[in-house]
């Protein structure tokens, strides 16, 4: 191992250890939460509706519209 980092430290390349899950890094994981949170899923659903991704589709583009809440989310 020691071999290839330094081989990549010669390179210019860096390895960065990362924690495993780190939501709070990762802005589109607050995006989805506040998916899950305040529209779709907490919305009934219906067998005959083309449900998940025409709604999905929709919040998002609602939340397009409100820059201070996209903002939020950096």
């Given amino acids: ?8 430290d010669r390179l210019g390349l ?3 250890l990362l924690p ?3 939501p709070e890094l990762n ?6 939460s506040h998916v899950k949170r305040t529209g779709v899923s907490r919305a009934p659903l219906y ?3 083309n449900w ?3 709604k999905i589709e929709a919040q998002l583009a609602d939340m ?3 820059p201070v809440l996209v903002r ?3």
Avoid: A
């Fill in 47 to 49: 067998k005959d509706e």
């Fill in 14 to 16: 860096r390895l960065f």
């Fill in 27 to 32: 802005p589109d994981e607050l995006v989805w």
């Fill in 1 to 8: 191992m020691l071999t290839w980092l330094r081989r990549w």
């Fill in 64 to 66: 397009q519209r409100v």
């Fill in 20 to 22: 495993g899950y780190s």
């Fill in 52 to 54: 998940p991704l025409e």
């Fill in 72 to 74: 939020s989310f950096c």
